[in-house]
């Protein structure tokens, strides 16, 4: 996930830098409420802020380079440009902080602001990952995979997968659930697929929430439990999961798991299909 830059971070990151001239500001601040005049003040504390940022930045700040990065990334009282984002996060990433590695790993793979390349991608999704960044080593264990920048090693995505899962990632530990389940990188366990289901569930991820439907309707590594699977299937499906759609459509359809509604099952074939 990006990092966006709240105007009171930045403003923290600021107070130790901040050595320019006030007089301007203070005539500024002098209980005019021309509207107008605030906001020229705004737009001058803005400007002073980031020239600030810049000047800090400049001096191997790499906190500053990061966040001079993100400005430009997200267009933060600046023209949005992905080139110069790719160049400040590159600073900040060489100099090891791990928040400016993995930005600088997804601009790789998406070629935003550089030429894409997966290879680079990996490598400082790697370096981020290695770190603790749990964003990395969740698209870490993505890459490998998918064989993305790297030759596919399923045991070395489930590695990833698994570390990122442990910190909490939701969609880290749907992955993990279904590697499990599949026997992929590592020893075929429902069980185990359904442990991982569960906590991203909690969590709300609508995939987590489809797969663990279909176990309880299965009984593979759940007991059997149609109403449950009927439970799970419709928290996927008021999240817009089509397969949980039509599945709970189904279920409606045959009155299994829930009394029999012809109408119910429609409503969710309709959704399923786009059709409100």
Known sequence: M???ISSTLLMFVLSAAQS???DHRQFL??????FNIVLVKNEIQKAEEIEI????????NMTAQFMLGAIYDEGVDVPRDHAEAAKWYAKAAKQGLPEAQYNL??????????RQDYVEAVKWLTKAAKQGNVEAQFLLGVFYSNGAGVSQNYAESAKWLAISAEQGHAEAQNSLGLLFIKGTGVLQDSVE????FMKSAKQGNANALYNL?????IGDGTPLDFAEAAKWFMKAAEQGNVDAQNALGQMYLNGIGVRQDAAEAAKWFRKAKGIQ
Do not use: C, F
């Not at 810049?54 to 191997?60: L, P, T, V, W």
């Not at 790993?105 to 550089?114: E, F, I, T």
């Not at 697929?193 to 991982?196: D, G, Q």
């Open 2 to 4: 990006r990092t966006v």
């Open 20 to 22: 320019v001239a006030m």
């Open 29 to 34: 601040q002098s209980g005019s409420r021309n």
């Open 53 to 60: 940022l810049r000047e800090s930045a400049d001096k191997g």
């Open 105 to 114: 790993g997804m601009m790789y793979s998406r070629g935003s602001g550089v």
């Open 193 to 196: 697929a359904a442990k991982w």
């Open 213 to 217: 439907g279909v176990i309880y309707q």
